[in-house]
């Protein structure tokens, strides 16, 4: 692998950048033949800009793809300034990575300036790894994607925030809250479908009350059993209850071994560690088709009581 190459471009344009990145590719080898899509990152803070990359990175080798990130510096600068980063070889994975920070009356234009840089006849998807629009399909980035992702986990408040991912649903939509859970919901669904083969008639779900999964977890469970289904703060768990059997599936808060348990069978240990974001992030750009068990996801929400 190529050392990575990182350019530092302060006060610079949309068209010096360019110009940067045809001499990069020249000098390091960087081609965008085999890209799969355009990824841009919209991170609010900071705090997570960094690690939005490392995902990104991550899934870029998976999904060849060119990674923008772009964000305000100063919105209430009196002069619009448009500051930059490239990085490309061994720091951008599969991809090259190019980060915009825009200040003054630009930071009202974040769509306008990441157009320049889209590769052209590829898919983009629009990622926001904490504070997101209320309905990301109408916000600017968001138009120019065809699949929009959200992360309730870092919101200010995760349940909140997830609940307020149905109002401004648009197909196309998800959340990295819903990917925590896929191996949580394959392990459910495949212990229900064995025998007894009996109706779930209550569910209970439980865990932290900062993890939104959790709660999407639950309305999923809500959306697909007619009894009714609890969220509780807690050990983590999730118990289904059926007439003659209890199927409950356990993992320590921090542990990576979870055990699934049924009544009158021996325990068995299944390997389920927290899923981090650069896989959740993986899984979703596998799909860019609309979610619409997602969807019945976020609307079973509102079905869940709360303990």
Not at 11 to 38: F, H, P, W, Y
Not at 161 to 188: E, F, H, N, V
């Amino acid at each position: 692998m190529a050392a990575a190459v990182i350019i530092d471009m302060p006060d610079t344009s949309t068209t010096v950048i360019n110009k940067k990145l045809d001499e990069l590719r020249e000098r390091v080898g960087a081609v965008t033949m085999g890209r799969v899509l355009t990824l841009v990152i919209a991170p609010d803070s900071e705090a997570v800009l960094e690690e939005s990359i490392e995902a990104a990175n991550a899934a870029s080798h998976e999904h060849p793809s060119r990674v923008i990130v772009v964000m305000n510096r100063d919105a209430d600068a009196p002069v619009a300034r448009l500051d930059a980063q490239l990085r490309v070889g061994g720091d951008s994975g599969a991809g090259e990575v190019v980060v915009l920070w825009l200040s003054g009356p630009l930071a009202g234009h974040s769509a306008s300036v990441v157009v320049p840089f889209l590769l052209p006849d590829i898919p983009v998807v629009a990622w926001w790894p904490d504070i997101a629009p209320a309905v990301p399909a109408q916000d600017p980035l968001g138009k120019l994607a065809i699949r929009r992702i959200t992360d309730a986990t870092n919101g200010v408040d995760p349940l909140s925030a997830i609940k307020s991912r149905l109002p401004g649903y648009t197909p196309g939509d998800t959340d990295l809250a819903w990917s925590r859970i896929t191996y949580w919901r394959a392990l459910l669904a495949s212990a229900v479908d064995q025998p007894p083969h009996e109706p779930i008639t209550s569910a209970l779900v439980s865990g932290l009350k900062t993890e939104p999964a959790l709660d999407v977890l639950a309305g999923w469970l809500a959306s697909r059993i007619e009894g009714p289904v609890r969220r509780a703060v807690g050990e983590l768990k999730v118990e289904l209850v059926r007439t003659t059997e209890t199927i409950t599936l356990s993992r320590p808060q921090e542990g990576v071994t979870a055990t699934l348990s049924r009544t009158a069978k021996p325990d068995a240990l299944v390997p389920l560690p927290r899923r981090e974001t650069r896989e959740c992030l993986a899984e979703d750009l596998r799909r860019l088709d609309p979610d619409a068990i997602y969807c019945s996801a976020l609307e079973g929400i509102d079905r869940v009581e709360y303990l």
